[in-house]
Structures are given as C-alpha cells and as structure tokens.
C-alpha cells in the first residue's frame, strides 16, 4: 500500500525536451532544439572502423575513443564523421581510381 502512494507522487520525466530538459525555459525553444540534436550525436556511441564494436565514444573536442580496442580516432566536435570529412573521402577515393585506371 505505501508503495502505491509513493510512486504517484513521483514525478513524471521529460517527453519531449529530452537531454535539454536541464535548460528548464531558459534561452528559447528553437536553440533548445539544435542543441538536443547536437548533444544526443556528441554522447552518442558510434561504430569502430578498426574493430567493428559499437564502441566509439568523445573523449574531448574532436578526439574519439574505442573502449573496445582503445584506438583514438581524429574526428569532428560533435559527430565521430563530418560532412566535409566524407567529401574529402569520396573525392580521394574517384581520384585513386582515376589514376590507377
């Protein structure tokens, strides 16, 4: 019976503002917004090239680190791969072809 009373006097936890739920109503909804969004892909784990595992996570700006096979791995801020990254990537990749063809 004490249990019953006690959990409905518990209070319910954030729906829709999630990790942004720390701000409280403080700086606006839509800059609330872009950075839950950058927070969940900075705290997020990420895959490793080198061993497979989900395993990569933020160490500090830029640098990520696999608990797995404890490579450190250069990345961007908030994401393990940046857009500009992947570019650089394929436009190396279709200029090796280029030359080996």
């Known amino acids: 019976m004490p249990d019953a009373i006690l959990s409905d006097s ?7 503002v999630g990790i942004t739920g720390k701000y409280g109503t ?3 909804s839509s ?3 872009s950075v839950k969004k950058i927070e969940i ?3 997020s784990r990420y ?5 497979g595992k989900d395993s990569v996570k933020r160490t500090a700006v830029g640098i990520w680190e696999c ?6 791995i250069a990345g ?5 791969s940046t857009t500009a990254a992947a570019t650089v990537r ?3 990749r279709r200029l090796r072809d280029l030359t080996e063809a």
């Open 10 to 16: 518990v209070s319910k936890r954030t729906v829709k």
């Open 26 to 28: 403080r700086y606006g």
């Open 31 to 33: 800059l609330r917004r």
């Open 41 to 43: 892909s900075q705290h």
């Open 47 to 51: 895959t490793c090239t080198f061993c």
């Open 67 to 72: 608990k797995a096979c404890n490579k450190v």
């Open 76 to 80: 961007g801020a908030w994401a393990l």
């Open 90 to 92: 394929s436009t190396i």
